[in-house]
């Protein structure tokens, strides 16, 4: 069955980097594109950013614009986010989704990232 298991989230000071990654299984993880999401208590999914199947197409929320990079490994089946220069307003607990052809969208389990001093 599909599985997208999210690492890497923490606490970390403003200022500060982390790199999340998304380990698929389930599907041939290279045809799909891969997005991260990202959500805070009382509010709806924000799509933070996307890349697609080949790794050659991305875009982003322009609030993490320059900041984050989303990028992936189709050998390991795993997708990634670099957040640098880290914001409080960056505290969420963040996601990794795919939609496939037939079957609709999957989510990870969320991986929590505070920002703060």
């Known amino acids: 069955q599909v599985q997208l298991v999210e690492s890497g989230g923490g606490l970390v000071q403003p200022g500060g980097s982390l790199r999340l990654s998304c380990a698929a299984s389930g599907f041939t993880f290279s045809g799909y594109a891969m997005s991260w999401y990202r959500q805070t208590p009382g509010n709806e999914r924000e799509l933070v950013a996307t890349i697609r199947s080949t790794g050659g197409s991305t875009n982003y929320a322009d609030s993490v614009k320059g900041r984050f990079t989303i990028s992936r490994d189709n050998a390991k089946n795993t997708v990634y986010l670099q957040m640098n220069s880290l914001k409080p307003e960056d505290t969420a607990v963040y996601y990794c989704?795919?939609?496939?052809?037939?079957?609709?969208?999957?989510w990870g389990q969320g991986t929590q990232v505070t920002v703060s001093s």
């Open positions: 989704k795919t939609r496939l052809l037939r079957s609709g969208d999957y």
